[in-house]
C-alpha cells in the first residue's frame, strides 16, 4: 500500500520551521539593508526585530497550517490501482484456455 511518507507530527514540524525560517529570512534582509545603508546597531536591531515580526505574518498568511495535514484520511480516493484488473482476472476463470484455443485457429489458419 502507498501512503505518506511522513507522520503528522513530521509534517507539522517541517511546516514550522519553514514558517520560522521565513521570518528569519525576512528579517535579516531588513537588518542588512539599514546595515547596508549607514544607520545604528541599535536601529539595526529594530529593523531585524520588526523585520522578523513583519515575516512571522507573512509566513502565516502564505504557509498556512492546513498544509500539514494529510489528504490521505479526509478524501476517498477511490478504488486502489489494479482494484478492476484483478475483479476481471477474477470474473474470467477459463481465459487461459480461451487464449490457448485462439492460437490454434492461428496456427491452421497459416497451414
Not at 531588513?30 to 547596508?36: F, I, Q
Not at 520588526?50 to 500539514?68: D, K, M, N, R
Not at 474470467?92 to 492461428?106: I, K, P, Y
Request: proline share 5%; hydrophobic share 35%.
Amino acid at each position: 500500500m502507498v501512503g505518506p511518507s511522513m507522520t503528522d507530527a513530521d509534517r507539522k514540524r517541517f511546516l514550522r520551521y519553514t514558517q520560522v525560517g521565513f521570518a528569519l529570512l525576512i528579517g535579516v534582509s531588513m537588518g542588512l539593508v539599514t546595515l547596508y545603508g549607514g544607520a545604528e546597531l541599535l536601529i539595526v536591531a529594530g529593523m531585524f526585530v520588526g523585520g522578523t515580526v513583519v515575516g512571522g505574518g507573512l509566513a502565516w498568511y502564505i504557509i498556512p497550517e492546513s498544509i500539514a495535514e494529510t489528504p490521505y484520511e479526509s478524501v476517498d480516493r477511490g478504488p486502489k490501482p489494479g482494484a478492476k484488473m484483478k475483479q476481471q482476472r477474477q470474473e474470467d476463470n477459463g481465459s487461459g484456455q480461451r487464449a490457448a484455443e485462439d492460437d490454434s485457429r492461428l496456427s491452421q489458419n497459416r497451414d
